[in-house]
């Protein structure tokens, strides 16, 4: 059933658990999401960027994700990422349960009034907003960040940010970055900045940029294809660990957005099944092996999220 990021945080913040936000950009990997979800009688949010609206288009994503709502188990379908003032109003006229207002790379002052705006209008559709504060780096279709732009969040700002804005979650930079290279080796957030943020800021936090670009499916999307340039990217990719993201749900953190492990895996899946069965050129055969192991890593995350069974 369709419900608002407000309600399904409250009661993760309450029983200390996190719910996933996984980035929804075709119906074979929305299949995936919710197959899990289902699976394993989790709540979960499906998010779609901007870059996923431009590529498959609102209406489109829009009616795939609330069909795939009507299910049993709480399921939001947010925005992430919303940088367009106009986008994000149509989603939420549209019908989205909750959307993200990212004025992270504004002025403070201009990220508090849009964030009002937004905060404003989404409670009009009984909608629920997420801010940010904090820069993340990393590079997609709409959200490139180098290194330089990058802050981490103020522990205070965040405190009178949410004051000011009266949001519903709020995204906090503690060292994560969005895409498959986040760290050199080891992964090192900032806890004693996460602590600080939560004994300030009450309401539930999120996580941005944290794939754990597992090894077995960073080895099973290369199996074949060691030599061609999007796997031999992935050398050396380091994510977020599994003992990172309890810590930082320990620590407040509510929702959990993850993308980029999502892509590793529909990819490997697709390539696998194309390099394995010269013959095959029917779609539903590749894209299905794809789906199925985007189900395979959201059900591991909604394990290691604590979600699983809170439905
Ligand atoms: O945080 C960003 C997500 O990974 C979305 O990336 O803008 O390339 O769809 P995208
Ligand atoms: P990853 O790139 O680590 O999957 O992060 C996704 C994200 O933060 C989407 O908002
Ligand atoms: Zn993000």
């Known amino acids: 059933m369709l419900v608002t990021l407000k309600k399904v945080l409250q009661k993760a913040q309450k029983e200390h658990y996190a719910v996933g936000a996984f980035n929804v950009n075709n119906l074979e990997i929305l299949q995936g999401i919710i197959r899990a979800a ?8 499906f998010q779609t960027s901007e870059g996923a609206i431009q590529y498959a288009g609102l209406e489109y994503l829009f009616g795939l994700m ?28 549209i019908g989205y349960s909750s959307v993200m207002f990212d004025g992270s790379s504004l002025p403070l002052s201009e990220n508090v009034a849009l964030s009002q705006e937004i905060v404003r209008l989404a409670s009009k559709y009984g909608a629920s907003v997420e801010a940010e504060i904090g820069v993340l780096r990393g590079i997609e279709d709409f959200i490139q960040v180098p290194k330089q732009r990058a802050y981490l969040t103020d522990p205070k700002d965040a405190e009178e940010f949410v004051h000011l804005t009266k949001c519903d979650a709020l995204a906090v930079a503690i060292g994560t970055s969005h895409g498959a290279y986040k760290f050199k080796g080891e992964s090192k957030l900032d806890f004693t900045r996460l602590h600080e943020i939560q004994k300030r800021v009450k309401i539930p936090l999120v996580l941005h940029g944290a794939s754990g670009i ?5 080895s099973y999307a290369q199996k074949h294809c060691k030599t ?14 599994n003992i990172a993201i309890r810590n930082a749900i320990r620590m407040g953190i509510c929702k959990i957005n993850i993308d980029t492990d999502l892509r590793i895996a529909f990819t490997g899946g697709v390539l696998n099944t194309l390099f ?3 013959k095959v050129f029917d779609p539903r055969i590749y894209l ?3 789906q199925e192991l985007v189900q395979e890593v959201v059900e591991e995350k909604m394990r290691l999220f604590g979600s699983a069974g809170k439905a």
Request: charged share 25%.
């Open 38 to 45: 289902e699976k394993m009688h989790s709540p979960v949010i």
């Open 66 to 93: 609330q069909i795939a709502s009507k299910v049993k188990i709480p399921v939001v379908i947010h925005l992430d990422h919303g940088k367009n003032i106009e986008l994000i109003k149509k989603c939420i006229k």
């Open 214 to 218: 597992p090894h077995n499916i960073v």
């Open 228 to 241: 061609l340039h999007s796997c031999a990217r992935l050398e050396g990719a380091h994510g977020v660990s």
């Open 276 to 278: 394995e069965n010269k």
């Open 288 to 290: 299905g092996k794809g």
